[in-house]
Structure formats: structure tokens, C-alpha cells
């Protein structure tokens, strides 16, 4: 939670389609800003939509340790500039061959293509890793993550009276979608 004694972090604004977003494994140097990051997010409502984990320094700081087998990515603007998506991919700590993904971006970085680069991402290396499928959970109401998701040829089906479960064949993504 805001407090004047542990500010959130406010992402830099868009600046165009010429910024240098890098996609990253979340490394111990981007706890801070994701910390703000989903702060900002729970902040904006939009942590009814993706609650993967506590949005808590203590809940964050042990997913960006070395050695994992899942994987959590950042986007950040520039090398060392703010974050401005996060995803991961889920479920091999568990011994699931398929993994989950999920994905956010910071509110002042939607509608210019950056959920899709950090999905095409995710399914990168999902590929290098060996999986043939990828799946994950969508709330139906979320129809912009709904529309991202189909536009890479995930099928949905009910999970739950809530949620569309969504699953890709990543040798089926269409090729302008790869990376
Ligand atoms: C869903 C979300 C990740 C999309 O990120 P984004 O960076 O705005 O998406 P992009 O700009 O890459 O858009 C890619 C596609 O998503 C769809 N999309 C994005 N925003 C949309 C909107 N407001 N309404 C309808 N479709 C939308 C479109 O199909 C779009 O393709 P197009 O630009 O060719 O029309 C973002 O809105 C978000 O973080 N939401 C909150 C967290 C969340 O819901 N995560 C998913 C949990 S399952």
C-alpha cells in the first residue's frame, strides 16, 4: 500500500514508438520497480485481473533468485529504465510440462503493442525450453487480454463460471506473431 514513508514508484510516461524495450528475466535489480509496478496495478483495479502471487517485496524477492526453473520476465524501457510489463511462465516447479502464462502492463503502456512483444516473448521461451503448449486462465470479462490471446490463436474454453481456460499451440502461432 501507498504510504508518504514507502512511495510507489511512478512509471515514465510512453515515449513513442522509437523507445528500446528490452525484455529481461527478472533479476534481483527489478524487485524494487515490479514491487511499484503491481502496486500501481493493485492500485488501479486491475489486480482483479492478474493475481499470480502477493504483490509484496517478500512475495517478489524470491522469484527473481537465480536457479529457478519457472521463468519471470520483465519489459523495461531502456537498459536500466522503469518496468513496464511483466509475465511469466509458470508450473514446471510443479513438474508440469506445460507451462501457464501471464501477463501485465503498466496502465500507462496499453494499446501500443507491448502485451503482444511480451507474450511473443514468453512463447520464445517457452519454445527453447521444449514446450509444445502453452496455457493459461483468463477472466471472461477481460476482453482486451481475450482479443490479445486469440490474435495468437489460443483456444478458449470454460475453466470456470468465471474464467476462459486458454491454451496455444505455439507451432500453430501465426509466423508474424513469432519473434
Ligand atoms: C491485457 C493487456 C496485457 C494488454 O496489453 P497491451 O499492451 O495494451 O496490448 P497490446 O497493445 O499489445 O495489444 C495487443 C492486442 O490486444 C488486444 N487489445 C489490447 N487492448 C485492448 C482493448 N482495450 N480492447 C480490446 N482489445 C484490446 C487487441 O487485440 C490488440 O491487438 P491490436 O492492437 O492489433 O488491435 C493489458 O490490458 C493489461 O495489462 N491488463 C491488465 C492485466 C491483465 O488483464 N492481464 C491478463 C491476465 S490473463
Given at each position: 500500500?501507498?504510504?508518504?514513508?514507502?512511495?510507489?514508484p511512478?512509471?515514465?510516461?510512453?515515449?513513442?514508438?522509437?523507445?528500446?524495450?528490452?525484455?529481461?528475466?527478472?533479476?534481483?535489480?527489478?524487485?524494487?520497480?515490479?514491487?511499484?509496478?503491481?502496486?500501481?496495478?493493485?492500485?488501479?483495479?486491475?489486480?482483479?485481473?492478474?493475481?499470480?502471487?502477493?504483490?509484496?517485496?517478500?512475495a517478489?524477492?524470491?522469484?527473481?533468485?537465480?536457479?529457478?526453473?519457472?521463468?519471470?520476465?520483465?519489459?523495461?524501457?531502456g537498459?536500466?529504465?522503469?518496468?513496464?510489463?511483466?509475465?511469466?511462465?509458470?508450473?514446471?516447479?510443479e513438474?508440469y510440462?506445460?507451462?501457464?502464462?501471464?501477463?501485465?502492463?503498466?496502465?500507462?503502456?496499453?494499446?501500443?503493442?507491448?502485451?503482444?512483444?511480451?507474450?511473443?516473448?514468453?512463447?520464445?521461451?517457452?519454445?527453447?525450453?521444449?514446450?509444445?503448449?502453452?496455457?493459461?486462465?483468463?477472466?471472461?470479462?477481460?476482453?482486451?487480454?481475450?482479443?490479445?490471446?486469440?490474435?495468437?490463436?489460443?483456444?478458449?474454453?470454460?475453466?470456470?463460471?468465471?474464467?476462459?481456460?486458454?491454451?496455444?499451440?505455439?507451432?500453430?502461432?501465426?509466423?508474424?506473431?513469432?519473434?
Amino acid at each position: 500500500m501507498q504510504t508518504p514513508d514507502n512511495p510507489v514508484p511512478s512509471a515514465a510516461s510512453p515515449v513513442g514508438p522509437a523507445i528500446d524495450l528490452r525484455c529481461r528475466r527478472l533479476a534481483p535489480r527489478h524487485v524494487h520497480d515490479l514491487v511499484g509496478f503491481l502496486a500501481r496495478l493493485a492500485e488501479s483495479g486491475d489486480g482483479r485481473l492478474f493475481h499470480p502471487h502477493a504483490f509484496t517485496h517478500q512475495a517478489v524477492e524470491p522469484l527473481a533468485a537465480p536457479g529457478r526453473d519457472d521463468e519471470y520476465h520483465v519489459l523495461t524501457a531502456g537498459r536500466d529504465g522503469p518496468v513496464v510489463a511483466y509475465g511469466m511462465l509458470r508450473g514446471w516447479e510443479e513438474g508440469y510440462t506445460v507451462p501457464s502464462l501471464g501477463i501485465a502492463v503498466d496502465g500507462q503502456w496499453r494499446g501500443q503493442g507491448v502485451g503482444r512483444r511480451l507474450v511473443t516473448h514468453l512463447h520464445v521461451i517457452a519454445s527453447a525450453r521444449g514446450a509444445a503448449t502453452v496455457r493459461l486462465k483468463v477472466y471472461r470479462t477481460n476482453t482486451a487480454a481475450i482479443a490479445l490471446y486469440r490474435s495468437f490463436g489460443y483456444e478458449c474454453r470454460p475453466f470456470s463460471e468465471e474464467e476462459w481456460l486458454g491454451l496455444v499451440n505455439l507451432a500453430a502461432v501465426p509466423a508474424r506473431m513469432a519473434a
